[in-house]
């Protein structure tokens, strides 16, 4: 399976009743990938029950993927994709023996070289908000075979900086799905958000 989007939708302790609509209303919205992070409660009956509504060319994942126990239950839950905030080489391998992309978290340039060469599709700077966009320029001089998502403190406001340093995917919670519409349970706010951020950040 190829996952080559360039915004990933982050949902951390989503409701689950709303967590249908949230999956509708973003892909329809234009949002191709959508990951639910394994700390949220009841998050892998979540990604079980919508598996099979999820439409194609898009892709439902599970993040914060910790462990290798953490990374089972995802794909057995019928995970598209996994990413994790540390290198696991047990998760690692596990992912690439189920054919199931990963993305795998570093800061340091020590860490993001581990992660890429134990068999990461791609590498997560996490936490971007510490360092900004010029860190992943930094990283990207040495490093420019490498696929680097920038996670953390990403928003409209500063998405194209990072696009413009190199990263080739942003990962985005709150700046993305708006976090009054997410409280409030607003389907159509939450599309007017997804469709704006995704249209700021180009289709190609």
Known sequence: MKLDVKVIGILRGVDPAFF???VR????SG???LEVTMNTIGAVEMIAAARTAVPEGHF????TIRNLREAEQAVQAGAMFLVSPNCDLEVIAYAKRHNVPII???LTPTEVYAAWSAGAMMVKVFPCS???PSYIKELRGPFDQIPLMAVGGVTAANVLDYFSAGAKA???GASLFGKEAMQQRDARQLSDNVRKFINRCGRD
């Open 130 to 132: 510490a360092f900004g």
């Open 20 to 22: 249908p609509e949230i």
């Open 104 to 106: 795998v978290g570093a």
């Open 170 to 172: 942003v990962g985005v």
């Open 25 to 28: 209303s973003s892909f329809a």
């Open 60 to 63: 439902l994942g599970m993040g």
């Open 31 to 33: 949002l191709q990938a």
